[in-house]
């Protein structure tokens, strides 16, 4: 069962109202180190001093309201997380009883110190806020609109009793007329905004709201309540595709789906085009954005286009997203497909996946699909509004080129606008941002917003409620692992590095077992485009049945994922002295092999083949090296772990 994740600070309002007006009290001084603990252990950053003294300035705001309200017995629960995605926070939710119903009462309260703002460009769905570091940001409503919709479809807490949870935008330090435009929104039945001019407003809501009782039981039962598993992307997607369901978008997602709709409407209005390219990590909701945006746009009667480079993925779409349904399979293309495109041939083209595009469209069967210019400058031609989802810790392949550094260059070599806006949530992994920074600090992969420092090394694994890491005895211990996994009702896969031969199906029908470790071996997916005995095609491994007992290789698994994944490191990834180390003898992907990829090129490759195949989990990993030191080195990072039966 999935537990919620407690916030950073939680006490009565009446207690933090006395906290923040002594604010050299020790319990002042508790208070900041409870935010600034919380926020590095969602985000991996430490909090500077301004950014303590915004939170304390805009808690302070509002304690005095609460106070004024008379509620000084309601519990006050701050930086809140997301379920499934701790990144995410909401600033406040106030805990208590319901003054008309007696039931459990639940306010999430979004803090702004804007002092002014305004549309971004007249879009109601936007502002731009002067002196921010950024050029735009999601309206605020909006952002505490979709808390409020992830607390009610995740928590047990509200399990059918959506009105147990209403939302607030307060801009404390702002006029109504300083941030006049932003009443322009049409806001839902159950969010409010106010601004500091209508501050005896807010405390007549929360007075209309709340009774003076103890807001403990509603908290704990928040905190302590059992959390609704993500359900599978694949089928959530289809879901999503036809109308019966939605990606609840927050934070940074809502920004980047909010982005493109303007980019599309904003280039229809002025005949011009606009680039976007989306970077995250795995997990981060890349692809749940795609998907809102593919169903948003085709609804709309936009000509729209979802690309990958990758045939595993985009024919796993096909076959478990889009089902018989003909009109929605042809949506789903492949980058070659647009390489003799004609000049802003579609509305807006999703390339998902775009780290993996070529340096050049190629199909030595088709002449349609190839093309002499850079694939990604066919693609940017092909749209009027191109959007890029990419993770440049994907690239696997010499060849592929897809990287924000190039997107950008080529745009501005077409005098395009181009916006970029980075994911930092985190979805996959159960949510767990110390195993994201954990598998980064194992494998030695680069700086990202400062929340790693590169140097440190390999660190210790940490337990972590929601998501587990697994050290298995040997390959048959991880298969009977998975496979216990499996009778309980969840997914699972193994991988591998590509370490093994991969041979073609046998004459039988059979496929030949090649992935030998000692006495154990087991094929790898199946190396055909269509069934071989039980064993699905390669393309769908993935996702279709069967696929458990075959192993699977990186170009089969990425973009995908399982409940519980199996990894096994081969020889060429090994440890020696502490440290992670590539070794091109260990490697069978001849792609990786071949005299032209340079040692630099092929250990990077190698890194990120591993990181891509030890991030598929969503509830936990199960690993095992082939490499005595290197087995011996993980199991005493995995703090508390030892290897495992299979019952264990």
């Known amino acids: 069962m999935l537990k919620q994740f407690g916030p950073a600070y939680r006490a009565s309002a009446g207690t933090l109202f006395t906290t923040l007006s002594t604010p050299t009290s020790e319990m002042e001084k508790a208070f900041t180190a409870a935010l600034a603990e919380s926020t590095k252990r969602q985000t991996g950053r430490t909090a500077g001093k301004s950014q303590l003294r915004a939170w304390t300035n805009s808690l302070s705001a509002l304690a005095g309201d609460v106070n004024d309200a008379g509620l000084d017995r309601i519990e006050v629960m701050i930086e809140f997380p997301m379920p499934h995605n701790r990144r995410s926070s909401a600033d406040v939710i106030l805990a208590g009883v319901n003054r008309h119903t007696g039931k459990d009462l639940f306010v999430v309260v979004e803090l702004k110190q804007w002092s002014e703002a305004e549309l971004y460009e007249e879009d109601e769905k936007l502002v731009t806020v002067p002196g921010s570091r950024n050029d735009y940001d999601p309206h605020p409503a909006i952002q505490v609109s979709n808390y409020c919709q992830q607390l009610v479809e995740n928590c047990s807490a509200v399990d059918g009793e959506p009105d147990a949870v209403e939302g607030v935008a307060y801009l404390h330090n702002a006029t109504r007329q300083s941030v006049r435009g932003l009443f322009d929104l049409a806001l839902d039945s159950n969010v409010r905004l106010f601004t500091k001019t209508e501050r005896s407003a807010f405390v007549d809501y929360l007075k209309d709201r709340f009774e003076n009782t103890d807001g403990r039981h509603a908290a704990e039962r928040l905190v302590n309540g059992r959390v609704q598993p993500n359900q599978p992307l694949l089928k959530r ?88 349904d003909k009109e929605l399979k042809n949506l789903f293309k492949y980058f070659n497909d647009f390489a003799t495109a004609g000049p802003n041939e579609v509305d807006i083209l999703i390339a998902d996946e ?91 992969l680069g700086v990202e917003d400062g929340e790693w420092d590169g140097g440190a090394g390999p660190q210790s694994w940490e337990s972590d409620e929601n998501f587990e890491v697994v050290i298995a005895e040997s390959p048959a211990d991880m298969e009977a692992i998975l496979a216990s996994k499996l009778s309980e009702g969840w997914t699972a896969r193994m991988t591998a590095g590509f370490c093994w031969p991969w041979s073609k199906p046998n004459p039988d029908k059979t496929l030949h077992p090649d992935v030998k470790i000692g006495d154990w071996e087991r094929p790898w997916n199946a190396n055909s485009p269509s069934r071989v005995g039980e064993a699905p095609p390669s393309q769908i491994w993935a996702s279709a049945p069967g696929g458990f007992g075959q192993i699977g290789c990186v170009y089969t698994a990425q973009g995908l994922e399982f409940d519980w994944a199996g990894v096994i490191i081969g020889p060429d990834l090994l440890v020696r002295g502490g440290r992670i180390v590539t070794e091109r003898a260990g490697n069978q992907d001849k792609d990786l092999t071949k005299s032209s990829v340079t040692p630099e090129q092929f250990d990077r490759l190698v890194r990120n083949t591993y990181k891509v195949l030890l991030t598929r989990g969503l509830a936990g990993v199960v690993l095992y090296s082939t490499d005595p030191e290197t087995q011996e080195f993980l199991s005493g990072l995995v703090n508390g772990s030892v290897p495992r039966s299979p019952q264990g």
Not at 301 to 320: I, L, V
């Open 354 to 444: 775009a780290h993996r595009a070529r340096l050049k469209s190629f199909d030595r069967f088709n002449a349609s699909k190839r093309s002499d210019r850079p694939q990604i400058q066919d693609l940017i031609n092909a749209a009027r509004v191109p959007v890029f989802f990419l993770d440049e810790h994907q690239v696997v392949k010499p060849g592929e080129v897809g990287t924000l550094a190039a997107i950008k260059s080529y745009a501005q070599q077409l005098n395009v606008i181009h916006h970029h806006i980075p994911l930092e949530g985190q979805w996959r992994c159960g949510g767990s941002v110390a195993y994201d920074l954990w598998v980064r600090s194992l494998l030695g």
């Open 237 to 324: 997607a289809a879901n999503v595709l036809k109308g019966r369901d939605k990606f609840i978008l927050v934070d940074q997602q809502q920004k980047a789906f909010e982005i493109v709709r303007h980019a599309v409407e904003g280039s229809f209005a002025a005949n011009t085009k606009r680039v976007v390219t989306i970077t995250g990590g795995p997990g981060s909701g890349k692809t749940a954005v795609a998907i809102e945006l593919l169903h948003y746009m085709a609804r709309a009667k936009r000509r729209t286009w979802y690309a990958t480079g990758s045939r595993a993925f985009t024919e796993t779409m096909r076959r478990f997203v889009t089902g018989s």
